[in-house]
């Protein structure tokens, strides 16, 4: 079972001093963060919204780095285009309030040290997930195991709610009836304000919403799916019917498709990059293969499509699956400072995604899929 829970902006009151300088926070400074988060939110339950003194993360950071903010489907909740589930500082002081800490960035283990580097102005920004164990009772989005997995997570980080929780692909033996009926429940018990799927496919949402509809419980808004340019046909075929048709919207995921597209496997595999890991393994015999050599020559050529619009190829690939419509936030993966800076700068070269453009892409990639759209035309 996998439950990953996002947090984004809750409108907390920023305090006097310059939190921008601030690269450590004390357990003290945490603890008591920890304490006003707990107070705020509360109230935020309780009125719905602040006064306009207070400063939103969106009229404080947004407008200093270009952050564009979305709906979640077709849900009241915005998020930031760009979200991250490492490296939280660094995001939120460029206008990020999404992240994400599935527990496969973690080994399956308790993230735990995320608020850590938060000061008291972002710790509502943390996010962490609970890992289900590997007994055959402690697997699947059984009703206990979402609520007991969600309570676990909200008293471990000593907060009162979040926003969204994603549930992992169901198994088998688990009715949907009971997984949206629990879903429903942590939301009505003021647990969590929306529900989301991650890796489920169009028939699965679809049935979640159906079973919803026949017995008045919540839907879920948001899909996680894997997209970037060599991964298109679930965000572009399957997900715009559902978002049409049941306000099911898109977060992405990977879209530097686990580093491939960055262009640092051009001449091979490096000792220090993810592909020379045993773990993956998998990656190393994909980028080798055959498809993965026709992948980097399509690479070199948006390169010169990059160059062309200012960009890094990374930059490209990140504003790219931003210029679709239907993704309402795309989750980054960095591991330094510098590749997170690099990433955000995607939202600059936005505005250059201009229909021309993206014919160009689409022309070297020669994988655009074909809609329902395309064959009325």
Request: proline fraction near 4%; include cysteine.
């Amino acid at each position: 079972m996998q439950v990953s829970i996002a947090c984004t902006d809750h409108n907390l009151k920023r305090g006097n001093g310059d939190h921008s300088k601030q690269s450590t926070t004390s357990p003290n400074v945490v603890n008591q963060a920890r304490a006003k988060f707990r107070t705020v939110a509360i109230i935020a339950r309780s009125f719905g919204s602040f006064t306009p003194r207070h400063i939103s993360l969106k009229e404080s950071t947004g407008k200093h780095t270009g952050m564009k903010y979305r709906n979640l489907g077709k849900s009241g909740l915005r998020v930031s285009c760009l979200g991250l589930e490492q490296l939280m500082t660094i995001a939120y002081e460029s206008g990020v309030n999404l992240f994400d800490t599935a527990e496969v960035y973690a080994g399956g283990r308790w993230v735990s040290h995320k608020p850590v580097c938060l000061n008291e102005a972002q710790l509502q920004q943390s996010a962490l997930s609970y890992a289900g164990g590997q007994a055959e009772t402690e697997r699947g989005l059984s009703r206990k195991h979402i609520i007991e997995g969600l309570k676990g997570s909200l008293q471990r980080l000593q907060m009162e709610y979040v926003d969204v929780v994603f549930a992992n692909r169901p198994d088998s033996n688990t009715p949907m009836e009971e997984i949206v009926r629990a879903m429903t429940y942590v939301i009505n018990q003021g647990m969590v304000m929306y529900w989301g799927t991650s890796r489920w496919t169009a028939m699965e949402i679809m049935e979640a919403y159906s079973v919803a509809r026949q017995f008045n419980l919540i839907p879920p808004v948001c899909e996680q799916a894997e997209y970037h340019l060599f991964q298109r046909e679930k965000v572009e075929v399957q997900l715009p019917e559902l978002y049409h048709k049941i306000g099911v919207g898109a977060m992405t995921w990977s879209p530097l498709a686990c580093g491939i597209i960055t262009g640092k496997y051009e001449n091979g595999i490096p000792e220090a990059s993810r592909a020379s890991m045993k773990s993956y393994q998998w990656l190393k015999e994909k980028i080798v293969s055959e498809d993965g050599r026709k992948q980097q020559a399509k690479l070199k050529e948006l390169n010169h499509i990059a160059e062309k619009l200012g960009c890094t190829l990374p930059q490209l690939a990140v504003a790219w699956c931003l210029r679709n419509e239907g993704v309402s936030s795309v989750l980054l993966g960095t591991s330094n400072p510098d590749q997170l800076t690099e990433n955000l700068g995607a939202i600059q070269i936005l505005p250059k995604m201009t229909s021309h453009v993206v014919s160009d892409i689409d022309h070297i990639l020669g994988n655009r899929p074909c809609t329902k759209k395309d064959y009325r035309s």
